[in-house]
Nanobody, 128 residues
Framework: QVQLVESGGGSVQAGGSLRLSCVGS????????MGWFRQAPGAEREGVAA???????YYADSVKGRFTISKDKAKDTVYLQMSSLKPEDSVLYYC??????????????????????WGQGTQVTVSS
């Protein structure tokens, strides 16, 4: 049973930084592709960043240059370092994992339908 637990969310002022963590259990992190998503109330889930099993990273245009995804295989943990935060980054962030070697639908690891396993989410609030 794969389980993902996010942490690191909180409140920060605009321009500040946060680091989200996603700890996985029940699988080997190195063989999975991982993604960070976010979702505002009433909106679709948006892919923010992803890292595939080969370590290639992918970012949404809205966060390029501000967010960095990384993974620590020894700790089975994926991180999302967020800098230069803006009020519009204030949403619920989710971690996701998938065991396929390549995207199965749509061709992008930033697509939410590519992932089988999901965490419960962690809230990020950025005040202006």
């Amino acid at each position: 049973q794969v389980q993902l637990v996010e942490s690191g969310g909180g409140s920060v002022q605009a321009g500040g930084s946060l680091r989200l963590s996603c700890v996985g259990s029940g699988y080997y992190l190195s063989s999975y592709s991982m993604g960070w998503f976010r979702q505002a109330p009433g909106a679709e889930r948006e892919g923010v960043a992803a890292i595939d099993s080969d370590g290639r990273t992918y970012y949404a245009d809205s966060v390029k240059g501000r967010f960095t995804i990384s993974k620590d295989k020894a700790k089975d943990t994926v991180y999302l370092q967020m800098s230069s935060l803006k009020p519009e980054d204030s949403v619920l962030y989710y971690c996701a994992a998938d065991y396929h070697k390549s995207p199965q639908y749509g061709g992008s690891w930033l697509g939410s339908n590519e992932y089988v396993y999901w965490g419960q989410g962690t809230q990020v609030t950025v005040s202006s």
